[in-house]
Every structure is written in structure tokens, then in C-alpha cells.
């Protein structure tokens, strides 16, 4: 199991953000995690990144329990995060794909190599020298993407990773993503796109004010919901 979580629960400031979260996700597995704005989906994204300590429950990533007090970094190396609004540093698009390679490590024409290769699945390659305040707003998220898959991850967060891109680019990153997966890599991943949903995920988890209130196959949850908040907000009945 590349990551199984149980009874996960958060609270900020007194208010309860997760309550008894509990999922898992295989090898090769795409799981999207749905649900109205405000319901916890990037909270659960952080905690179960390890960027964010849960105040209650048991999380394990590459069939360990994490330890909360002891050094992750070994664990996060095998992880890569693309968030819904890009944070580039100051410098070059190579230098921002670049920066997970150097952390661990590598240099020379063994980054160039890595860094060039994804660039190029990407479609940008041409853009490696510019500097990344000269960017578009799709250039500058599959920027983000390459540098959260350069390192060769085995699990991947994606929270809205394509939200303000246009059709073409938002194909660029879902097929990588597939080919990610096809590779045997795994992804949890937040959209309110339930187009993008049926178009990748395997499995789908409902998340509404903190709680799972339907998780199973991507068709059968869609189509046919068990619950009741389930089916009000795949109709488009509960705000989003």
C-alpha cells in the first residue's frame, strides 16, 4: 500500500477541519478527493504529505507508519506536491526544476539530463533560460508540475493542478499524469472538475465539512451515490 490513512482529524483555532479520515491509496492508482469549497480537501492534502501533523490518527506512506517526531525527509524525497497556485522562486525556469535534484544531491549533467528530459515532455523546453517573472500563467504551472515530478517521485499531491489552465495545457499535465501512474506511480489528487474526475481518477473520496461521506469507483460514485449528501453534491444541488 503506498499510503493508508485511518481516523485523521485536524482542528484550527478550535474548529474541526478533518474528522476520522480514513483512506488508502495502491500503486498505479489515481484517487481524487471532491467536495465544496471549504470542506478540508487541501488540509487532508497537507497532512497527508506530511506538511501538516494531524492532531489524532495514524498515517502510513511506503508501507511505514510515519512518526511525527522523528526525521521525514527521507520519506518526502518520494514525494511531489503541485498546488493550484504556483510558488516559483526568483531565477530561471531551470533553476526551479532544477532545486529538487540539487537537494538530493545530484549535479552536473546528471541534473541537466533529468531536467531537460521532463522539459521536454512538458513543452518547455524552450522556455528553460527565461526567467520565471516572464511567465504565463500555463507556463509557469507546468514549471510547478516538472518540478514536482523531476525527482522521480512514487506519490504525487495534486491540489486543482490545472484549475486556471486552458484545455490544451490542462492535456499536457493529464497525460503525464497517466503515464506517471502507468509507470506505477500513485496520485491523490483535489479537483472540482468532475469532467478531469471521471477522465482520470480510479477511485473518488467525497469529502463534505471535514468528513468522507462517500468513497468507492469513480463511475459508481458519481453515478450512483449511496448517500444522501453524496447525491446532492454530484447533482449540483450543495454549493461548491
Known sequence: MRLACAEISKKFDGKTVLSSISLNLREGEILSVIGPSGSGKTTLVRVLSTLEKPDRGTLALFG???RWDSELIEVRRKIGYVQQKQVLLAGTVYDNIAIPLLLR??????????????????????????NVRMLSGGEAQRVAFARGVVG??????????TANLDYRNAGILENQVKEFCDAGGSVLMVSHNLFQVRRMATRVAILIDGKIVEEGETEKVLENPRTELGNQFVSGKMPW
Open 105 to 130: 544531491n545530484l549535479e552536473g549533467e546528471k541534473v541537466e539530463r533529468k531536467v531537460e528530459r521532463i522539459a521536454d515532455m512538458l513543452g518547455i523546453r524552450g522556455i528553460l533560460k527565461k
Open 152 to 161: 522521480e517521485p512514487e506519490l504525487l499531491f495534486l491540489d486543482e493542478f
Open 64 to 66: 511505514k507508519e510515519i
